[in-house]
């Protein structure tokens, strides 16, 4: 997986370096922010599974139940899944 953190405008040669260099590359995460239409689709005509705007410690939260009021676990938020 690649987990771009960068500016939408700054994706697209990302993705392509991405493509060029990582063959066993499956998919392409666009933090919360972070949307290019144009590179999603060069990735997914790729055969890459293309995410777009999701942060992944919010979408862990979501799919095993542990979302709470505001869109977090309640405790303290941390880097750790």
């Known amino acids: 997986m690649v987990d771009i953190f960068r500016r939408s405008e700054h994706v697209p040669p990302i993705v392509d370096?991405?493509?060029a260099h990582l063959p066993a590359l499956?998919?392409?995460?666009m933090q919360i922010g972070v949307q290019n239409p144009e590179a999603a689709?060069?990735?997914e005509a790729a055969g890459k599974r293309v995410i777009q705007?999701?942060?992944?410690?919010?979408?862990?939260q979501r799919l095993f139940g542990e979302l709470r009021m505001g869109g977090f676990a309640t405790g303290i938020i941390s880097s750790r899944l």
Do not use: D
């Open 26 to 29: 499956a998919t392409v995460w």
């Open 17 to 19: 370096e991405a493509l």
């Open 41 to 43: 689709a060069r990735a």
């Open 53 to 60: 705007n999701r942060c992944p410690k919010i979408e862990y």
